[in-house]
């Protein structure tokens, strides 16, 4: 005697998106984050050159400063990278290595920026100086707090390895990191191009 399949228990395919709900999570949340920043830029272009009173950009931006401090943070995701592959082949120690570097540059640029800052004050720029001081200091506070956020997170990373939490098995999550400072040091560029480049040609 045959049995017809039940109606109600029809298999139905499984849909999936190919990546880690944890990958996905910081894509979509990176994906935020650049309307954020791309919010903060605009805002910028809205009102640059609209200052009536100085400090304006071509009296007080140090391109050579601010050109070092942009190399080393552009240097960071080369050792991010290095420290992926690092992990990636199983290599502990060499991992190590390049994530502290990483961690290390992206204090280093932090460093600079707060010497900017601290100078940008002494000179009568604050943020409610003129609507470049405002405009300049939220766009650039965000991103170093960005920075500030990915040190620490780079940071938990070598010590978590010290302790045997981060190996190989789970080198997802320095995959993760990795998303999240190459997005920083992109921003980065485009904020250097629009305030340091731009502005001083513009004024």
């Not at 100086?129 to 997170?153: D, P, R, Y």
């Not at 629009?194 to 513009?202: F, T």
Request: with cysteine; aromatic share 14%; charged share 10%.
């Amino acid at each position: 005697m045959q049995h017809s399949p039940s109606i109600g228990h029809v298999a139905e395919p499984e849909t999936t998106t190919g990546l880690d709900h944890r990958k996905l999570l910081i894509w979509t949340f990176l994906g935020s984050e650049c309307l954020f920043f791309g919010s903060l830029i605009a805002t910028y272009l809205v009102y640059q050159g609209q200052s009536v009173v100085g400090p304006f950009p071509k009296d007080i931006l140090e391109i050579p400063v601010t050109s070092v401090s942009t190399f080393v943070l552009l240097a960071s995701s080369l050792m991010m990278v290095l420290a992926v592959t690092a992990i990636e082949r199983g290599d502990m120690r060499a991992f190590r290595i390049w994530i502290l570097a990483c961690a290390i540059m992206g204090s280093t640029f932090l460093g600079f920026q707060v010497y900017e800052f601290n100078a940008f004050v002494h000179e009568g720029l604050t943020p409610r100086t003129n609507l470049f001081g405002s405009t300049f200091f939220t766009l650039t506070g965000f991103h170093g707090a960005h920075v500030t956020v990915g040190v620490i997170w780079l940071v938990s990373l070598f010590a978590g390895s010290l302790r045997g939490r981060v190996n190989p098995q789970n080198s997802l999550m320095v995959d993760i990191a990795a998303l999240y400072w190459h997005f920083v040091d992109v921003v980065w560029i485009v904020i250097f191009t629009v305030i340091y480049l731009l502005g001083v040609s513009l004024g």
